[in-house]
């Protein structure tokens, strides 16, 4: 005998056996038990959450000789015809292959005979929201006002492309999603009536993968228990035959990410390459992880929500800490953007690359959750000294590297440190003040003081750094320079050392001088 599929041969046969939709379930028991049965149904919801099971065990039900609390009998000669495909009762029509006015016209021809044997006669019309135009209207007189005898389901996993005068003549039932919890009891239970041995953890994972579904689920199991026939069905077995990576592979993923680690990163890439295992399924697992990863920045009260061990929750919970949420939002961005264009592109792992140097360096992006990476990128290189008040184009120096040259006029991160201890406490405040001080005087002074760069002078006198032209002359004149140092006496209450010095236009007043907003790292008040 031919072997027969998992989902085929464990397809429910009573209402009992449906898993995961207990509403629709209980619903149409109380219908059948009251005599209340409706003429037109429409099930709706994504594939393998069970429309066509429930539309064929609500037939049987409909016409059964000895129906019991849990729908059909299944022993009655109407209940095996009915299972064996060969009652004249049940009409299944496939409507993505028979969807033209002439089918549907064959329909309505034939509600007009009462069936020889049984109760009903029971359409149903699966993949419904197919049909044409033209169909739809041929149905909608007979579907308003069918015969007493006649019941139509229809099935669709697309409600939306369905006419609204269909849908207000059918009492319309949504099928969930199935849990992972309920895909995997299922799946233990059909196990066990095979003889296979399978660990949990990888049951767990191939109800995940189903997203739902539970003939995927059922599909999934099958393909894994035929890859390793005879042997025990294990985590890292379903893996390796889904083509999936561990969470261990994320974690040192995420890890390469926050260092800013391309090589790293592209190296694990194609470690996963080279394992033979799908790119999509790579990408789709990682935002997942990295999904997990927000919940647990989110609340510390989602264990519910976030499926997996305890021992990877906890380890998540330790790189939640890693980095912050607008980050982990950004990646997921960019993955979730991989996902809908590596499914069908003919080089996957050049889009996936692309992604993880993305993820890398945030530079590649204008957005704003890119800004704020690279904002952050900027100061935690400030604080580990990587970056120093240097020229552009000027060597960085890090470590125990040997110091290259440095032009006039540079400034060490150690210098500048010493730099700021060794500032005058006027000076310091004048700094830290400077727009309210600027604020009063008048124009253009204003305007050409907002413009100084204030550096350090001789004798640690104050320095105002200007470029050559109108700002510089404007301060040659008698009696402006009077008007800054009244200004600054005003704020601090005694007379305050300062020059005015010029650099020429084009010339960067930091390749020269010591801007000491910056060095004394204080938080610039802004001008009203």
């Known amino acids: 005998m031919s072997y027969t599929a998992l989902y085929r041969k464990f397809r429910p046969n009573n209402f009992a056996e449906v898993k995961g939709?207990?509403?629709?379930?209980?619903?149409?028991?109380?219908?059948?038990?009251?005599?209340?049965?409706?003429?037109?149904?429409?099930?709706?919801?994504?594939?393998?959450?069970?429309?066509?099971?429930?539309?064929?065990?609500?037939?049987?039900?409909?016409?059964?000789?000895?129906?019991?609390?849990?729908?059909?009998?299944?022993?009655?000669?109407?209940?095996?015809?009915?299972?064996?495909?060969?009652?004249?009762?049940?009409?299944?029509?496939?409507?993505?292959?028979?969807?033209?006015?002439?089918?549907?016209?064959?329909?309505?021809?034939?509600?007009?005979?009462?069936?020889?044997?049984?109760?009903?006669?029971?359409?149903?019309?699966?993949?419904?929201?197919?049909?044409?135009?033209?169909?739809?209207?041929?149905?909608?007189?007979?579907?308003?006002?069918?015969?007493?005898?006649?019941?139509?389901?229809?099935?669709?996993?697309?409600?939306?492309?369905?006419?609204?005068?269909?849908?207000?003549?059918?009492?319309?039932?949504?099928?969930?999603?199935?849990s992972i919890d309920t895909i995997t009891d299922r799946m233990k239970e059909l196990t066990a009536a095979e003889g296979v041995e399978v660990e949990e953890k990888a049951l767990r994972y191939i109800a995940k993968v189903a997203d739902g579904s539970m003939r995927d689920a059922l599909s999934l199991l099958d393909q894994c228990i035929a890859f390793h026939l005879g042997d025990v069905l294990t985590y890292d077995k379903a893996l390796e035959v889904l083509g999936a990576v561990d969470t261990e592979v994320f974690s040192r993923l995420l890890r390469f990410v926050l260092k800013r680690d391309v090589k790293g990163c592209i190296g694990l890439l194609d470690e996963v390459v080279l394992q033979g295992r799908e790119l999509l399924q790579f990408v789709v697992d990682f935002t997942w992880y990295l999904r997990?990863?927000?919940?647990?920045q989110a609340s510390d009260n989602l264990e519910d929500v976030i499926d997996m061990?305890?021992?990877?929750?906890?380890?998540?919970?330790?790189?939640?800490?890693?980095?912050?949420?607008?980050q982990v939002v950004r990646y997921i961005r960019i993955f979730s953007e991989l996902s809908g264009q590596i499914r069908y592109a003919s080089q996957k792992r050049i889009l996936a690359e692309?992604?993880?140097?993305?993820?890398?360096k945030p530079s590649m992006e204008v957005s704003?959750?890119?800004?704020?990476?690279?904002?952050?990128?900027?100061?935690?290189?400030?604080?580990?000294?990587?970056?120093?008040?240097?020229?552009?184009?000027?060597?960085?120096?890090?470590?125990?590297?040997?110091?290259?040259?440095?032009?006039?006029?540079?400034?060490?991160?150690a210098e500048k440190r010493e730099l700021?201890?060794?500032?005058?406490?006027?000076?310091?405040?004048?700094?830290?003040?400077?727009?309210?001080?600027?604020?009063?005087?008048?124009?253009?002074?204003?305007?050409?003081?907002?413009?100084?760069?204030?550096?350090?002078?001789?004798?640690?006198?104050?320095?105002?750094?200007?470029?050559?032209?109108?700002?510089?002359?404007?301060f040659t004149a008698p009696g402006h320079r009077e008007q800054v140092g009244r200004l600054l006496e005003a704020f601090s209450g005694k007379e305050v050392p300062f020059e005015v010095r010029t650099v020429e236009i084009g010339q960067k007043k930091e390749e020269s001088y010591v801007d000491l907003s910056k060095v004394i790292h204080m938080e610039i008040e802004e001008e009203d």
């Open 21 to 178: 939709q207990d509403h629709i379930v209980t619903t149409l028991r109380n219908q059948i038990r009251a005599n209340r049965i409706g003429h037109a149904y429409l099930f709706t919801g994504t594939r393998g959450t069970g429309k066509t099971s429930v539309a064929k065990i609500l037939a049987k039900a409909v016409n059964c000789e000895n129906p019991t609390v849990d729908g059909p009998c299944g022993v009655c000669p109407s209940c095996r015809a009915i299972a064996a495909g060969a009652s004249m009762n049940v009409i299944e029509i496939d409507a993505a292959s028979n969807n033209g006015v002439d089918n549907i016209r064959e329909i309505v021809e034939e509600v007009a005979y009462s069936p020889a044997e049984g109760k009903y006669r029971v359409y149903i019309i699966d993949e419904v929201h197919m049909l044409t135009p033209g169909a739809f209207n041929a149905l909608l007189k007979t579907l308003e006002e069918p015969p007493s005898y006649v019941i139509f389901i229809l099935a669709t996993t697309e409600v939306h492309r369905l006419p609204i005068t269909i849908l207000s003549r059918c009492q319309r039932y949504d099928f969930k999603r199935i």
């Open 292 to 296: 997990n990863l927000m919940l647990v």
């Open 368 to 413: 704003q959750d890119a800004l704020l990476d690279r904002i952050r990128d900027l100061e935690e290189k400030w604080e580990s000294g990587i970056l120093s008040m240097q020229p552009e184009g000027a060597a960085g120096v890090r470590g125990d590297a040997p110091s290259a040259p440095r032009a006039s006029g540079e400034v060490s991160l």
């Open 420 to 474: 700021a201890k060794a500032l005058p406490e006027d000076i310091r405040e004048i700094v830290k003040k400077w727009p309210s001080i600027v604020a009063g005087a008048g124009n253009p002074m204003r305007t050409y003081l907002k413009s100084a760069q204030l550096s350090l002078g001789n004798d640690n006198s104050l320095l105002l750094v200007l470029e050559d032209g109108l700002a510089s002359d404007y």
């Open 309 to 326: 061990s305890t021992d990877n929750l906890l380890k998540l919970k330790e790189e939640a800490g890693l980095a912050s949420p607008d």
């Open 354 to 360: 692309i992604a993880l140097i993305k993820l890398c």
